[in-house]
Structure formats: C-alpha cells, structure tokens
C-alpha cells in the first residue's frame, strides 16, 4: 500500500512539470501525450490524476475563508473595497480546462469503451467544477470544450450567456454521475462525488439566481433536490457521532473520516504533502484568525433556544457567554474547559494567536503540528453534512419543505449532539429577530418560510464553518452589505487582569498608562495592541484601522483582467462597475 501511494505522488509530482504552460492554444510538448496515447486505463489514469492535483482546492482555499465568520488582522480585499482590476491573472486561468479538453478530445484512442466512459466521466466532472468555480468569481465566462490552436476564431472570444454555460455545466455533471464508479473512495471521484458537486452547484445557482434576480431559479433548486435525494438515500454515508467531541475529531484527524466525509484532500508529511492550518491558528504570524462576535452570538444554547434572546447577551464575559451552548461552539473554538490534544491541561483562548479573542481549534493536532508548514491532516472536500444543508435549504426556497424533510436532514446534525430538533412551525411562527437584523442578520429574506430559511443559514454556518463557503453564500444569498459592519471580539469590561477560563490562573492583563505588574505572560494596552468599543471598555474592535466596504453595484463579481479584455479586441465585456481604462 505504501509503495503504491508513493508511486501515486511520484506521478502527480511528474505531472506537474509535465502540464502545459498558461496558454489556451499549446498542445503539450513532451511525446508521452501525443494523439496515440489514452490507449488503455494506465495511460488515461497517468494523465487524468493531474486533475486532483490542479483543480480541487488546496487547504488554504478550504480554512482560510476570511470575510464576516473568520476575522484576521489584514482585511481581505474582497472585503475593504481595495479590489482593483488585474492587468492579468486574477483568477482568469484556463490552463487546467485545456488538459480536460484535451483528453475528452483523445479519449476515443481508448477501445475499452467502459474504461473510456469512467474517465470521460471523470475528465466531466471536473469541467464541470472548473466552470462552476468560474461562474461564482466572473459570472459570465467563455465556455470552452475543444482544445483551441493558435488561430481558432473562438480563442479570444466574447462571454457566453450565464444559461448556455450553466446548461453545459448540468450536462457534465449528469454524464459524470451516470458513468462514475459507485465503490466507494475518500480520494478518489466516484459518483457520490459527482451528486455531492451538483448538490453544490444547483443550490448555488438557484439562489443566487433567486437574489439576484435572475429568471430560472426553480430549475436549478429543484435539481439540488434531485441529487440531494439520491445520494441521501443510496450513498451510504452517516453522520459521525463516536465518541463526547465527534464534530471536533471530525476534522482533527490526520486521515479523513470515510463514514462522513466523501472526499478529501489527501494529505501526508512522510510524502511531503503539508499544510499550515495549525500555524495559522495558534502563531501571532499568519494573521491571528478568530471567530468573530457576529457568529459567536448566532449559535443557539444547547436546549435549542436562541442566545441573543437572553438578556444582557452583548455584555457577557467570555466564561459565562460559553456556558451551555451548541457543543459545535465548544468543537470550534478554545472554550473553558478545552484541553489540547494529546494532554489534559485546560489552556484558555491565546489572544497573541487570535485578534477576536475567539481561538479558532477547528482541524487543530497535537502541538507538535503547530510550526510552519507541519500540518497534515486530510483537507474534506465534500462530506455529507453539507449535503444535508443543501437539501433543505433548496426545498425551503422552493417552498416545498416539510417537518418529514427536516427530519431527513438537519435532525441528522442536531442529533449528533443531542440537540432538539428544528421545528418548522415554530421557526415560521417566530423567526429570530437577531438573524432578521440589518446589522447581524439576512433582511431580504421574505416570504412564508423566513423563519426556517433563517435556520438553515444559522445551521449551515456553525457546520460549515472554515470549509470554505462562507464567502460565496453571502455572494449567492445577495448579502454583501454585511461585510461593511464593524467586527467584534469578546466583551472586556475593562482594565484588569482576566482568568478567561476560570481555572484559577490569570491569562491576560489589559491595561491603561503604564505597565503593571501582574502574574501573566501576555499584557495587552487598550487604546494600543488593543482597541474595544467604548474606549477602556466593550468588544474588542477587529480592523479599526481598516474600513469596510461594499459597492452593490459591483462587487458580488470579481473584475476580467485588462489583458484578457485587450487581447479579444474588447469583445470580453468587463463586468459591471468595474473600471479598467479601456474604451471597448
């Protein structure tokens, strides 16, 4: 087994030098992929492992999911107003979209036709999820399936429609799914893969067609529904509930959960194939991520009641504002009572680690994995609890959703902790005012099924959270505005020295004027390495230098790069709002 996963990296590791450069019109150079090649399943296989490496998302692209959840030091561009349009790159890459083409194109040189279907399946599924990652940043985006020569009319051709790309997206998916293995493997592409990526899609395209307003929102959540459905009630897959901290081991696991999760990135440190996650959670280095007050307060109490319908919530100090809560809160961040893995001593949350005060522990090891570049934990991908999530909000946006849905679905999450279920008339008849909020919550959510849809983002969130989707559901569910707020950290009534987790021990000194002296090792000066909201008092304030910005107007998509646009003689049309001094 060993042996045959180094031969696996040693191929991908190949790969990588032997991929074509950033050119749409290059055929690869080197003789191993000339038009005789993909003759059998070693061949195709050869070529179609650079898929995983080039087009599923890194680890970074999976944790470091900065915007309104995660808060680091340095505001994200996305997120302060300081996009600009690129002069190239920005994301406008079609490099690994020409090696799909270029095999679908070659594939044919394959007798077997099974063998040939499997892969062509495979080589879709991943067009499929090029596209779909373009649509989200671009919208518009020229759709591509041949591989173009240096003087094809359609190389520097204009944007096809949103619909016809969409359409061709659904197409790939389908084949993937009805060609795809159905054996099951955490790193390999199968079917329950393919019906996981279309939940995926659909579910975004549909609502952010709904918010957007855009026509044919309905196709589309009806199809999340679809493939929601049968990979539910034929994948085989379950939520993992083993043992007192099961959302925490989820994660912190050097190799991925095979019940929950359907696939992950691998990832290895005897093949030197590691990330940073750890580093960026517990080192003053990598931005000092922390979850901020806005999610800390939307996680409900652990009977199921809503936190900020207490009274004197703003003002809780970080012991008793963690006391009975949804376990996930305590899964997530250091809390009271959380000891490092591997040990048996409470350590509180590290505010040189973290700007918020809320110190994320989401996929954190042993302390040995905390140095740069020394994380290897498997990366998930795609695992059912999202599925989950995607199938009820679809139907709640269809107006289709039942108590039977929610408890096919969401009861599933809340069952891992013991929590009471969602009730969809008591959500309906009551729905929170904190996530109806201007300021903290989803004002332009309106209809009939406020309330549960409301829940579902609730839920979606504190599950979902640092795998990557928070970004893009604020962008789908037309949301923008709530990056402009001010974020917050944890509530100090002000100068003082602080035993965070009440295990008789100071932790931090926050203090005024001159130092004092105190028996802790981290002092922090307000109005200096610390800012809180009512001057030597209130919620840290996350950025103070940096203002928050959202143009409606524009910045639900990212810029096309003045190259590209120069390149086709105008005829890519620059997205809407965005100012690139060409006069096309």
């Known amino acids: 087994m060993k042996k045959n996963i180094i031969i696996s990296f040693l191929i991908l590791f190949t790969l ?50 900065n915007g309104d959840a995660i808060i680091i030091s340095t505001l994200d561009d996305a997120v302060s107003g300081q996009r600009m349009v690129p002069a190239s790159g920005g994301g406008w890459d079609f490099t690994q979209l020409r090696d799909v083409n270029y095999y679908l194109e070659n594939s044919k040189n394959c007798a077997d036709v099974n063998i040939r279907k499997q892969y062509d399946g495979l080589a879709k599924f991943f067009r499929a999820y090029f596209y779909f990652e373009r649509v989200k940043r671009f919208g518009d985006v020229p759709w591509y399936n041949k591989v173009l020569g240096s003087t094809d009319p359609d190389l520097y051709k204009p944007r096809d429609p949103r619909e016809l790309v969409m359409d061709s997206v659904l197409q790939d998916i389908n084949y993937a799914i009805d060609n795809l293995p159905v054996s099951k493997n955490v790193y390999r592409i199968n079917k329950w893969t393919a019906l996981a990526l279309k939940s995926r899609i659909c579910l975004f395209e549909g609502t952010f067609r709904k918010y957007h307003e855009i026509v044919g929102y309905e196709k589309y959540l009806d199809e999340c529904i679809s493939a929601s459905q049968s990979l539910m009630s034929n994948g085989g897959y379950t939520i993992y509930k083993t043992g007192s901290i099961p959302y925490y081991d989820l994660f912190a696991s050097l190799k991925a959960n095979v019940s929950e999760i359907i696939l992950a990135r691998n990832y290895d440190n005897t093949l030197s194939l590691i990330h940073n996650v750890q580093n960026y959670e517990n080192s003053s280095s990598m931005g000092k991520p922390g979850l901020s007050k806005l999610i800390v307060d939307s996680y409900l109490k652990s009977d199921g009641t ?22 996930r809160l305590a899964q997530t961040i250091r809390t009271p009572n959380y000891t ?21 522990i989401k ?222």
């Open 306 to 327: 809503r936190f900020t319908d207490l009274a004197g919530h703003q003002t809780m100090q970080f012991y008793e504002e963690c006391q009975n809560r949804d376990p």
């Open 16 to 65: 990588g030098f032997l991929s074509c450069d950033d050119s749409l019109n290059k055929y690869p150079l080197d003789k191993l992929y000339s038009n005789t090649y993909f003759k059998n399943e070693n061949e195709i296989q050869l070529f179609t492992n650079n898929f995983y490496n080039k087009l599923l998302p890194v680890a970074s692209d999976i944790y470091g999911d």
């Open 363 to 584: 996929y954190t090891l042993e302390s040995t994995y905390d140095d740069y570049n020394k994380s290897c934990c498997d990366m998930p991908v795609f695992r059912l609890a999202e599925v989950y999530l995607n199938f009820a909000e679809a139907k709640a946006e269809r107006n289709t959703l039942t108590q039977s849905d929610i408890d096919n679905s969401i009861k599933y999450l809340k069952d891992r902790f013991g929590m009471p279920n969602l009730s969809l008339s008591m959500a309906n008849s009551n729905p929170d005012p904190y996530l109806m909020n201007d300021s903290t919550g989803y004002p332009n959510v309106i209809g009939p099924n406020t309330g549960v849809i409301l829940e579902i983002r609730r839920e979606r969130t504190v599950e979902l959270l640092m795998e990557g989707f928070r970004y893009y559901d604020i962008m789908r569910w037309k949301s923008g505005k709530k990056f402009e707020k001010n974020m917050l950290g944890i509530y100090i009534p002000g100068p003082g020295t602080y035993d965070l987790n009440k295990d008789g021990k100071p932790d931090v000194c926050f203090y005024v004027g001159d130092k004092p002296i105190a028996f802790v090792t981290l002092f922090l000066k307000i109005g200096q390495d610390i800012i809180l909201s009512n001057g030597n008092n209130g919620n840290i304030i996350c950025n103070n230098l940096n203002k928050r910005t959202w143009d409606e107007n524009k910045d639900y998509l990212y810029p096309i790069p003045i190259k590209e646009r120069s390149l086709s003689n105008g005829k890519l049309t620059q997205n809407t709002g965005w100012l690139d001094g060409l006069n096309y």
């Open 340 to 360: 490092r893995k591997g040990t048996t001593t409470k350590v509180p949350p590290n505010l040189a680690y973290t700007i918020t005060g809320y110190h994320l």
